[in-house]
């Protein structure tokens, strides 16, 4: 792995960084491992401490060398966030009008196409001509598309079928263990910790 150009990586990181780069092939060997004896299992257990312990003298690194970038990058986020969100709702108040007015001129486009075709098929082909030429015309703005789409909200949760209501890994976390909880079922993972 090369060092970013832009930004000043420790010697002490480097070094880190030497030692992460062989941990690719320990990883390689292991994935396939059974372990054979007391032996190995204790290569592996020290192999873990020591990834363990790289990895938290990494991030040590990592949160040092990035303090100065995330205290640039608040300062930054900081002055341009708020007009940026200023922006965004001017526009989407921008087009909520531009929405609502189409939508009412094109509720005249049929008033009006309506009242001629009724004239027109009454015979009174004056006024059927009257209500053509009063039809408002809709703007249209190079490089700007207004239309509607149909978006679901939900106004009473506990309405909604079951089908689309995802489960809640939260309270999932929650159910005292062992306990059978519907479409779901209690089985082992590996819970190692290692202290460093």
């Known amino acids: 792995m090369t060092q970013p150009d832009t930004v000043q990586i420790s010697p002490q990181a480097l070094v880190l960084a030497q030692e992460a780069d062989k941990a690719e092939t320990v990883l390689l060997y292991l994935h396939g491992l059974t372990i054979q004896g007391p032996e190995q299992r204790d290569t592996v257990q020290q192999t873990m401490v020591w ?36 922006c965004e709702r001017v526009e989407a108040a921008c087009k909520d009008a531009l929405w609502r007015h189409d939508r009412a001129l094109a509720a005249e486009q049929q008033k009006q196409l309506q009242a001629a075709a009724t004239a027109f098929q009454a015979g009174q082909t004056e006024q059927a001509t009257q209500a053509l030429a009063a039809i408002p015309d809709i703007p249209q703005v190079a490089g700007t598309s207004i239309g509607t789409r149909l978006v679901l909200r939900v106004v009473a949760p506990d309405m909604v079928p079951r089908e689309y209501c995802s489960p809640d890994p939260g309270k999932l976390a929650q159910v005292p263990k ?4 519907a479409g779901c079922v209690w089985e082992e993972q590996a819970n190692v910790r290692v202290r460093t």
């Open 51 to 86: 990834v363990k312990r790289l990895g938290k003298d990494l991030d040590a690194q990592r949160t040092s060398a990035t303090k100065p970038l995330n205290a640039v990058l608040k300062t930054v986020n900081g002055w341009f966030k708020p007009r940026i969100d200023i």
């Open 178 to 181: 062992g306990q059978p909880v």
